[in-house]
């Protein structure tokens, strides 16, 4: 069953059906505290690269956040938490969202996103190795899934340690 998913950045009266979103998607309210935190930062939190999935019902299924981070000093983005509702796993509304967040970013100006996740879901949007760039996570990780995303192939790059907002513990 194919679906048609309407994207849109959150509202304020999405923010109830987020959390309930992440906490049905994750074993654990971690990931839904996270996102919390992060909306609680300024330095973090850019308005407009949360987004949500409707359902065709208009209840919010899927969310995909970007949110500051920096490598060596430079501005990029990371990717995440991103979550869908397990009964509506499979059925592109987690693809749908991060489609439209990296867009919107891209619109924005900018240039990396990071991904710290699944090595064979996120090459799906153009994520490669971050190892590629020079870019490396403050903790060790499997190489293949510390990932980035840059837009603009013609422009600097950072590369170094990335810091990540203080909501991530690292």
């Known amino acids: 069953m194919t679906t048609s998913w309407i994207t849109r950045p959150e509202t304020a009266t999405d923010l109830a059906q987020i959390r309930e979103v992440n906490l049905a998607a ?5 990931e839904a505290d996270l996102v919390e ?4 930062d300024q330095q973090a ?15 919010i299924t899927g969310f995909a956040l970007l949110t500051r981070c920096h490598v060596n000093g430079s501005p990029a983005l990371t990717l995440g938490p991103c979550a869908v509702r397990p009964e509506r796993q499979r059925r592109g509304a987690g693809s749908a969202a991060i489609h ?18 699944h090595a064979d879901y996120y090459p799906r949007f153009g994520f490669t190795p971050a190892s590629g760039h020079s870019i490396r996570p403050p903790f ?31």
């Open 26 to 30: 994750f074993p654990t309210p971690h």
């Open 37 to 40: 935190a992060l909306r609680a």
């Open 45 to 59: 939190w850019i308005p407009g690269l949360s987004w949500v999935t409707e359902a065709p019902d208009g209840s």
């Open 100 to 117: 439209a967040a990296l867009d919107a970013a891209r619109e924005y100006g900018e240039n990396l996103v990071l991904v710290l996740g």
């Open 140 to 170: 060790d990780v499997e190489d293949k899934y510390m990932m980035a995303l840059v837009f603009d192939p013609t422009l600097p790059v950072p590369s170094g340690t990335i810091r990540y907002p203080a909501a991530f513990g690292v």
